[in-house]
C-alpha cells in the first residue's frame, strides 16, 4: 500500500498568513492525487484533485503543486474560514489511502 | 442538486452486523464508481471499499476482507455495507462518496457506527 505522510500535524498561523502543507507518499505516483478540508463534525469537501486542479467553488487562494512522490498544498492568504483539518489522498493503486491529517489553527 | 445520503448506522455489539445504505441523487449513479470511508472518533479518514458502476470491481482495505462487502443497485441508485464480525475498531462515522478517477469529489454527511457490548 502506498502510505502518505503529511506535515506538519499541525500549525497554529494568523489570518493573511501564508500557508503549507506537504504530503510525502512511499513511493512515485501519478497525478491521480488530492487534497480535502475537514471541518468540526463535517463530511470532508474536495478541494484539489489531479495535483493541482481547483474544485468548483473553492477559492483561488488554495492551490496545489508536486510530482512523484512530494505535494504540497498552498493557502496563500489565510481566512478565519479556512481554519480547519487537510488531508491528502491518492487514488494511483489500491488501497486507496489518506495522509494523516494537519490541523490548521489559530495563533 | 447532487446528494449522498446514508443511513442504517447505530449501535451494535461485538460480532454483530449491520448494513449501511446511501441514496444518491442529482447526478448519473449507474456511471460513477462509489466509495465508503470512515473516521474513527478522534481520528483521520481510512478509505473502507470501492465499487465499480457496474459492480463488477470491487475493491477493500485489508482490515475488512471476508467481513464487509460493498454491493450496489442502479436501478434503485444505492450503494451498501454490509458489515458483519463487527469489532470495537469498526466504531467510526461511516462515509459514502463518489469516486472520480483522481479523487472523492461528493460526499454524505456521515452515518454513525457504534460496537460496544
Known amino acids: 500500500a502506498i502510505q502518505l505522510t503529511q506535515s506538519p500535524a499541525s500549525l497554529s498561523a494568523s489570518v493573511g498568513d501564508r500557508v503549507s502543507i506537504t504530503c510525502r507518499a512511499s513511493?512515485?505516483?501519478?497525478?491521480?492525487f488530492a487534497w480535502y478540508q475537514q471541518k468540526p463534525g463535517k463530511a470532508p469537501k474536495l478541494l484539489i484533485y489531479?495535483?493541482?486542479s481547483l474544485e468548483g467553488g473553492v477559492p483561488s487562494r488554495f492551490s496545489g503543486s508536486g510530482s512523484g512522490t512530494d505535494f504540497t498544498l498552498t493557502i496563500s492568504s489565510l481566512q478565519p474560514e479556512d481554519f480547519a483539518t487537510y488531508y491528502c489522498q491518492q487514488s494511483n493503486s489500491y488501497p486507496l489511502t489518506f495522509g494523516g491529517g494537519t490541523r490548521v489553527e489559530i495563533k | 442538486e447532487v446528494q449522498l445520503v446514508e443511513s442504517g448506522g447505530g449501535l451494535v455489539q461485538p460480532g454483530g452486523s449491520l448494513r449501511l445504505s446511501c441514496a444518491a441523487s442529482g447526478f448519473t449513479f449507474s456511471r460513477s464508481w462509489m466509495t465508503w470511508v470512515r473516521q474513527a472518533p478522534g481520528k483521520g479518514l481510512e478509505w473502507v471499499a470501492s465499487?465499480?458502476?457496474?459492480?463488477?470491481?470491487?475493491y477493500y482495505v485489508d482490515s475488512v476482507k471476508g467481513r464487509f462487502t460493498i454491493s450496489r443497485d442502479n436501478a434503485k441508485n444505492s450503494v451498501y455495507l454490509q458489515m458483519n464480525s463487527l469489532r470495537a475498531e469498526d466504531t467510526a462515522v461511516y462515509y459514502c462518496a463518489r469516486q472520480d478517477h483522481s479523487s472523492l469529489d461528493v460526499w454524505g454527511k456521515g452515518t454513525t457506527v457504534t460496537v460496544s457490548p
Open positions: 513511493q512515485a505516483i501519478s497525478s491521480t
Open positions: 489531479d495535483v493541482s
Open positions: 465499487i465499480k458502476e457496474d459492480g463488477s470491481e470491487k
